[in-house]
């Protein structure tokens, strides 16, 4: 199941990462998908959705957390044979929300808007700031609040 065309929050991914100079120590991914809710309070009903709103029918579950883990693994596999992103790029560029999009990047003591210009293989988010350079945002948070109706 691709639902390319929904254009509301279905899903929320958040990461943590803690790594050497040389290895990474741990990964934790958690994914959070709104499957079957039938509403949202008023203030989120414009910028959320679930996939049982837009398919206009409950969601199965297992079936989604299964299909889910499947193309998980089918994206690694091309990961692995490239050791990079660059496999994936397209794929990623062609549904990324925020793809010319304005974002604002917040990291501590340099925090800067720009407008998002899809990744690198390295999985950095290119920002390209208004003086036209471009920055590779490899860590930290990477807000679209309040820029474009989101909150």
């Not at 691709?2 to 990964?27: H, P, R």
């Not at 199965?60 to 883990?69: Q, S």
Request: hydrophobic share 40%; proline share 3%.
């Amino acid at each position: 199941m691709f639902c390319s065309w929904i254009k509301k929050k279905v899903v929320g991914i958040l990461t943590e990462m803690n790594a050497q100079m040389d290895y990474i120590e741990y990964l934790v991914i958690g994914v959070g998908i709104n499957a079957n809710m039938r509403e949202f309070p008023p203030e989120l009903q414009d910028k959320a959705t679930s996939l049982q709103m837009e398919l206009g029918h409950p969601v199965n579950r297992a079936e989604l957390v299964a299909e889910t883990m499947k193309c998980f693994e089918r994206n690694y596999e091309i990961f692995e044979k490239t050791q990079d992103l660059s496999g994936l790029l397209e794929a990623y560029q062609a549904v990324l929300a925020n793809y010319n999009q304005p974002v604002r990047v917040l990291e501590p003591g340099n925090e800067y808007s720009g407008i998002a210009r899809g990744i690198n293989e390295r999985g950095e988010l290119l920002v390209e700031r208004e003086n036209g350079t471009v920055e590779e945002v490899y860590s930290g948070e990477v807000s679209v609040r309040g820029l474009y109706s989101y909150v």
